[in-house]
């Protein structure tokens, strides 16, 4: 596998932070 680029390592951040801000909400 190649390492992900910039933008796809952003936004698996933010994908991971908003579930988490929705579970523990």
Do not use: E, S
Not at 11 to 25: D, N, P, T, V
Request: proline share 4%.
């Amino acid at each position: 596998m190649r390492c992900p680029a910039q933008w796809q390592v952003g936004a698996c951040g933010i994908f991971i932070g908003y579930l988490a801000l929705l579970y523990y909400a």
